[in-house]
């Protein structure tokens, strides 16, 4: 027996707009909690991020399988109230709107735990909830930029962000795990908390390798693009043809069973220039025309043999065309309004029937306005 609607009972009330907490909300909707997506009356701005599924996003649909959708306008008493009910048998309330911006109209943690004792509420933010950089708008890219990591990505001549969106997913990930850590809190002490999570927190502890290489070693690595600052050889080589295979050597006892077994140059384990990876690094051009000299006599597929078989850590340069048939890529299929759209499976294996359907705008509005009315 495996995981499956763990949470199930639960519900979550998600006030959530473009990636971080709807990417929460779908973990929490695929552990089996009951997920409302509280919108405006115009929807999420992410459902028109593209028309691919017949005039929907494909982008919303990764993002909002298995949620009901209801859309609302908290300048209307009758939605104003229609919130507070929902919140008063709510176990989680989630969202990414403006710091400060719910408490002031009286959802803040506190009072609405003056009804609804065991609610745990989740806030994610750009900056934290307070201080001169609450208010600024944070999207990915910015964070990227903010906390260092389009510094240490690209090559020397330039800096790069990262291609996805990783400090709203990161962050996404990171609220799941602490909304499951109050759960459990909650389940000791019948009470709930506040969570805030800022993406900016995030990707600062992600930065820890950098950050205390500068503190400590001398100053952060390098933008050096595929290849590693401190470790060598860690990075693209060249094969016969078009193609690159990426390789990781971490000590040096691999490096001689690469030379012997791989580079069928067995001398070179114990050549002063290579004996140890500080110098390695130091003599990475040699290192690498060597290395390129021996892998440019085979096609991919001989010299991944060859890596594989000498147990040495390698893997293949994909195109995203390349991980869309790979033979590892699982999975999901979302419905959207009729339409099938596949996308990679969520990385952790859940057993029995998963939730699919992805919700039109305020498609459960009626029904979630008369179960929660009075």
């Given at each position: 027996?495996?995981l ?11 006030m959530?707009?473009a990636?971080?907490?709807?990417y929460?909300?779908?973990?929490l ?5 009951r997920?409302?997506?509280?919108e ?8 028109g ?12 649909s990764?993002?909002?399988?298995g949620k ?22 709510a ?22 735990r003056?009804h ?5 509420t ?12 609450a208010?600024?708008k ?24 990262v291609?996805i ?5 990161a962050s ?5 795990s ?8 909650r ?15 995030v990707?600062?502890?992600f ?17 050096m ?6 470790i060598a050889?860690?990075g693209?080589?060249?094969v ?12 040096d006892?691999?490096?001689?069973i ?13 050549d ?6 500080t110098?390695?690094v ?8 060597i290395i ?7 096609d991919?597929?001989?010299?991944t043999?060859l890596?594989d ?8 340069l994909?195109?995203?065309e ?30 029995g029937?998963r939730?699919?359907?992805?919700p ?15």
């Open positions: 027996m495996g499956h609607q763990e949470l199930s009972g639960l519900l979550v009330v998600s959530e707009q990636v971080a907490a709807p929460c909300g779908l973990m909707a695929d552990a089996g909690a997920v409302i997506k509280v405006r009356k115009e929807g999420d701005f992410a459902r991020y593209d028309r691919g599924a017949n005039g929907n996003s494909v982008f919303f990764w993002l909002n399988r009901e959708s209801v859309a609302i306008d908290l300048n209307a008493d009758d939605d104003e109230t229609l919130l507070r009910s929902m919140l008063k048998k176990d989680v309330f989630l969202h990414n709107i403006a710091p400060g911006a719910l408490a002031r109209r009286g959802f803040g943690g506190d009072a609405l003056e609804n004792p065991g609610l745990i989740c806030e994610i933010n750009g900056y934290g909830s307070s201080g001169p950089s208010r600024k944070a999207y990915d890219f910015l964070v990227q930029a903010e906390s260092g990591i389009c510094a240490i990505n690209g090559t020397r001549e330039q800096p790069a962000r291609g969106s990783i400090c709203d997913i996404g990930q990171t609220a799941f602490s909304i499951l850590r109050a759960l459990i809190q389940g000791r002490t019948g009470t709930g908390i506040d969570i805030s999570i800022a993406m900016f927190d990707m600062a502890d930065m820890n390798f950098p950050l205390l290489a500068h503190r400590y070693l001398g100053g952060a690595p390098e933008r693009g595929l290849t590693h600052a401190l050889p860690y693209a080589y060249r016969k043809g078009d193609g690159q295979i990426l390789i990781a050597i971490q000590s006892r691999e490096w001689c690469f030379c012997d077994a791989v580079l069928g140059q067995p001398e070179l384990g114990q002063g220039r290579f004996v140890n990876n110098e390695r130091r003599n990475r051009d040699v290192m690498d025309e390129n000299a021996v892998f440019g006599r085979y991919i597929d001989e010299i043999q890596l078989n000498a147990q040495i850590a390698n893997g293949r994909s195109s995203v390349d991980l869309s048939g790979h033979a590892l890529i699982r999975n999901q299929v979302a419905d959207f309004d009729g339409v099938e759209v596949n996308l990679a499976d969520l990385p952790v294996v859940t057993d029937a939730p699919t359907v992805v039109v705008l305020d498609q459960h509005g009626p029904s979630i306005r008369k179960e929660f009315s009075g």
